[in-house]
Structure formats: C-alpha cells, structure tokens
C-alpha cells in the first residue's frame, strides 16, 4: 500500500531555513512525478512546488519561488523541500503528494494527485 | 495563474438531500480538474478527477461534470460521513490551482 510520511516541520524563526522530507514506500518512487501542497491554519489548499520523477523538470508557486527548493533522491525513496527566508506568511502544514501523469512527446502532464502524505506543520515565529 | 472560484463557500444541508458544488476557472481548463474531500485534521482525498472520473473506492453518490471553465460536483444522496470541506483544483497549467473550498455542514 502506499505511504508518503513528511518529517522535519517545527518552530522556525522568521529568516530561518528548514528542510522538510517525505519518505514514499508501497509505489515505484522514480516513476512519479511528486509535489508539495501546504495549509495554512484554517485556510484552504495552497500548491507549493512539483518535479518531474527524474527530477529534471521543477515549478514553484510564484510564493515561494527563490526561497523554496524541491528535490528528490530516487535511491532512497525520498522527497525534499527546502526552505529558506522563512516568513511568517509560510506557517502551514505541508503535505507531499502523489501525482497520476503522463508523458508525451518529451513532456509531461500532471492530471490529479492520488496519495498525500498526512503532513506536517511548520510554525514560522520570534 | 488561473483562479477557480467554488460556490457556495458554505452550504448547510441534511441526510439524504443532493448537494451540488460549482468550480469555475478564470479560463478554459479542458476536463484538466479534479475534486478532493477533506476532515478536519487530515490529508484530503481525491473524489473525481479528469473533471467526471470516480476514483476507485469513491462511492458512487459522487459525481462530476464539466469542461471548459464550468464544473460542478454532486453528491446525490448526502451521508454523515460526507460532512467536510471540498476543493477543486486544475491541472491544466502551471502554477496548479486550487478553489477556495465548500464547506458542508450538517443542517
């Protein structure tokens, strides 16, 4: 069965960095593309970032782009956000998740997220 | 960025009615949506996808319709269990978007 567990949130202040992780188990890791997706408390689903499952293709949200970095280890099943320049605005729970594409003519289509992982809060605060 | 704006944003309703949930986008997605559950305190759950496909082990009192910038999700015969906030989001082009959500509250 399929897994994603986020590890790493905490209390950061503003300007720090934090590095969050979600550890895939139950699916062919390298065969998916993946994203981030934070909540902010009692807001609404915010996309953060995606990569390709080779890791050659990556977006972000214009809210994060230059102070988030997405990553992905394919030998260790893993997936990665790095987050510098915290702000308080980016005080959330982030969820990886799962993504059903396709590939045609060299690229690739997002269609639906299928597994998100059960999250994990990042308190960004003096 | 392409908007999508769900309405109502709260709706209050009871066992056994049929309720229904309208995403717009600010422009043409195709059948580029999905809509997804969500309780409080948990990860939300994919419902629909590719704008009217169920997802495997969704019950069939969901359904979804659509294309282009009008979508729209039922449920047809409303349970306990389906008391929660649902979003949809498109997949057309980046940056991925999401509505602002429903939230469904028991009447």
């Known amino acids: 069965q399929v897994q994603l567990v986020e590890s790493g949130g905490g209390v950061v202040q503003p300007g720090g960095s934090l590095r969050l992780s979600c550890a895939a188990s139950g699916f062919t890791f390298s065969s998916y593309g993946m994203h981030w997706v934070r909540q902010a408390p009692g807001k609404g689903l915010e996309w953060v970032a995606f990569?390709?499952?080779?890791?050659?293709?990556?977006y972000y949200a214009d809210s994060v782009k230059g102070r988030f970095t997405i990553s992905r280890d394919n030998s260790k099943n893993t997936l990665y956000l790095q987050m510098n320049s915290l702000r308080a605005e980016d005080t959330a729970v982030y969820y990886c998740?799962?993504?059903?594409?396709?590939?045609?003519?060299?690229?690739?289509?997002?269609?639906?997220?299928?597994?998100w992982g059960q999250g994990t809060l990042v308190t960004v605060s003096s | 960025a392409i908007q999508l704006t769900q309405s109502p944003s709260s709706l209050s309703a009871s066992v056994g009615d049929r309720v229904t949930i309208t995403c717009r986008a600010s422009q043409g997605i195709s059948s580029a949506l999905a809509w997804y559950q969500q309780k409080p305190g948990k990860a939300p759950k994919l419902l629909i996808y590719?704008?009217?496909s169920l997802e495997s082990g969704v019950p069939s009192r969901f359904s979804g319709s659509g294309s282009g910038t009008d979508f729209t999700l039922t449920i047809s015969s409303l349970q306990p269990e389906d008391f929660a906030t649902y979003y949809c989001?498109?997949?057309?082009?980046?940056?991925?978007?999401f509505g602002q959500g429903t939230r469904l509250e028991i009447k």
């Open positions: 989001q498109q997949f057309n082009n980046y940056p991925l978007t």
């Open positions: 998740a799962k993504e059903q594409g396709y590939c045609s003519g060299g690229s690739c289509y997002s269609r639906y997220f299928d597994y």
């Open positions: 590719d704008a009217s």
């Open positions: 990569i390709r499952y080779d890791g050659s293709n990556k």
